[in-house]
């Protein structure tokens, strides 16, 4: 099953200022800014790879399920990225966390994020080491990832596993967490090569189908095994 990971989209109370908070942290452009959507982009995934902001009246409420691991190379880049997120309007996040090497925070509208101590590991996955969901089944829900992107399972240990990405990609990790009770904040894109035949394909691994007024969208709408939204997009050839 060819898919490929095409955005992480963020629901956002602010599209455009979220985008600016990210693009300077990532040190990503900004590609497109609509009045729907502002695309920030990879320069360095081996495809279009954005993080894309979209507008929702609905507040952020509660800590995400899902949030990103941001890589750095030595301990110096690390703090240089934590003040530079500070700096940019971020601030530190208390998740629980304690004598941890890694720093929590939280971007502007409050979504949770990491920068990591250096780790071999995630050398080649670009500035956003990780894309990290919280599940009451990691197991199941990793399986059912690994089979929609053919990513392998890299790690497993108690309860974590992480599926390895193409080089420039963020890794897919799923840890230990409480049952899905409420819309994520973000969620994930794919770009099939035959739309039609990879939802039948995703559904057959036990994916289901989502309402959420989307209408006459081009994209289909659906949730893991687990309840994390995503969407199955049109093909783009080349893309």
């Not at 955005?7 to 956002?12: A, L």
């Not at 992480?162 to 009770?181: C, D, R």
Request: charged share 25%; proline share 9%; glycine share 8%.
């Amino acid at each position: 099953m060819p898919n490929r990971l095409a955005n992480i989209v963020v629901d956002s109370a602010d599209p455009a200022a979220l985008a600016r908070f990210w693009s300077g942290l990532l040190e990503w452009p900004i590609a497109t800014e609509e009045p729907g959507e502002v695309c920030v982009r990879s320069p360095t995934a081996p495809y279009e790879f954005d993080l894309v902001f979209v507008p929702v009246p609905e507040p952020k409420t509660g800590q995400n399920r899902v949030h990103l691991d941001l890589a750095s190379v030595t301990s110096a880049e690390q703090l240089a990225l934590v003040e530079r997120a500070v700096e940019l309007g971020g601030r530190p996040a208390d998740v629980g966390q304690d004598g941890v090497p890694w720093i929590v925070l939280a971007d502007p509208e409050g979504n949770e994020f990491c920068v990591l101590e250096p780790r071999e590991v995630y050398r080649d996955a670009g500035r956003i080491a990780a894309i990290v969901v919280a599940s009451d089944d990691p197991g199941g829900a990793s399986g059912f990832w690994s089979a929609a992107l053919d990513w392998p399972a890299a790690s497993a240990e108690e309860g974590f596993v992480g599926l390895a990405a193409p080089a420039g990609l963020p890794h897919l990790e799923f840890l230990p967490g409480a049952a899905k009770s409420t819309k994520d904040r973000l969620h994930l894109d794919l770009v099939p090569e035959d739309q039609e035949r990879t939802v039948a394909a995703l559904l057959e691994l036990g994916a289901h189908r989502l309402d959420l007024g989307q209408r006459d969208a081009s994209w289909v709408v659906l949730t893991d095994p687990t309840g994390g939204e995503f969407c199955v997009l049109t093909a783009r050839p080349g893309r």
